[in-house]
């Protein structure tokens, strides 16, 4: 079975797969500047910005703040820590990194002072000797400002499936669910009926699937959809309702279906992409990263023909 950034630098996959083979650096990189969202009283999220545009959510509690994810720089991650400061001087308690991917840990070191920096056990893996060196030596070719800047800082709390956060008046329930990467989490705040989904769910963007698990991914959006959650918060776009986590799964769905009808077929793989391609670009066609899908077919293909 395929095993993260292990699996995927072995292949020689890492590069061309995130990259989506022919992404130009403004591509990856946000091109909006960045903003924050009111998610719900005390819960906000910031959007967009320099750099990969994954969002950073923090909730305000009254003992403190919890903060998910922390951006792709330590100059991202101080433009997060003045959102805070602009509507608390609490203290950050905890962070929490929902994966392992830099566009949501290289930040740490800016909450290193915060009580722990929480992830699933295979995000601290990931992040640890020569594969984090390997990932954070890939995002320095990307041109970021501040990258340079960044020195890895490692989660100092890891759990397997499950823990309870029991934080100023909420409860957050983290869950790992193998999908995106093989050390995803998402937080379920029952109390404000909302779901910090990390990456296994993109807004209107084609994901990054370099190293995914397709089927369990899919599997995961069904646990998440089965929670009592109205608002949905992704790792790349807007804050939404259920038919944010409606669009991701079926587009899982629809990847997962049209590539196995070509295996079942013989076909190859670039004869796949072809067939494929297109009929995800015409449904798609409002997405960003269309040039990413190339990639996710191939990452597909490679796990339905092992079946």
Not at 85 to 94: A, H
Not at 135 to 145: A, E, G, Q, S, W
Request: charged share 25%; net charge neutral; glycine share 10%.
């Amino acid at each position: 079975m395929f095993t993260g950034l292990g699996w995927l630098v072995g292949a020689g996959l890492f590069v061309a797969v995130l990259a989506g083979g022919e992404v130009r650096g403004d591509e990856i990189r946000g091109a909006e500047n960045s903003k924050t969202v009111e998610v719900w009283k005390n819960l906000f999220t910031v959007v967009h910005g320099d750099g990969v545009d994954s969002n950073t959510t923090f909730l305000i509690t009254r003992d403190g703040v919890v903060v998910v994810d922390t951006r792709v720089t330590p100059m991202e991650a101080g433009k997060v820590l003045r959102e805070i400061r602009k509507r608390t001087d609490l203290p950050i308690l905890y962070t929490i990194n929902t994966h392992y991917h830099g566009d949501h840990t290289f930040g740490n070191q800016v909450f290193k002072n915060s009580r722990a920096i929480i992830a699933h056990e295979n995000v601290r893996r990931n992040l640890t000797g020569s594969s984090g060196a390997a990932h954070l030596d890939f995002f320095k070719t990307m041109n970021i400002p501040g990258m340079n800047e960044t020195v890895i800082t490692l989660p100092n709390i890891i759990f397997k499936e499950r823990m309870e956060i029991f934080v100023g008046g909420y409860h957050l329930k983290l869950m790992h669910a193998r999908g995106h990467t093989d050390g995803d989490l998402f937080i379920y705040i029952e109390e404000l009926k909302t779901i910090i989904t990390g990456d296994l769910v993109f807004n209107r963007k084609v994901p990054y699937m370099g190293d995914a698990y397709v089927e369990e991914w899919i599997s995961a959006l069904h646990e998440l959809s089965n929670l009592d959650a109205e608002i949905y918060i992704p790792g790349h776009g807007e804050p939404g309702g259920k038919p944010v986590l409606i669009a991701m799964r079926h587009y899982l769905f629809n990847l997962k279906e049209m590539v196995r009808d070509q295996l079942e077929n013989g076909k190859s793989l670039e004869a796949t992409q072809d067939a494929v391609r297109p009929a995800l670009q015409k449904k798609y066609k409002t997405w960003k990263n269309l040039n990413w899908l190339d990639a996710n077919i191939q990452r597909a293909y490679l796990e339905y023909s092992l079946r």
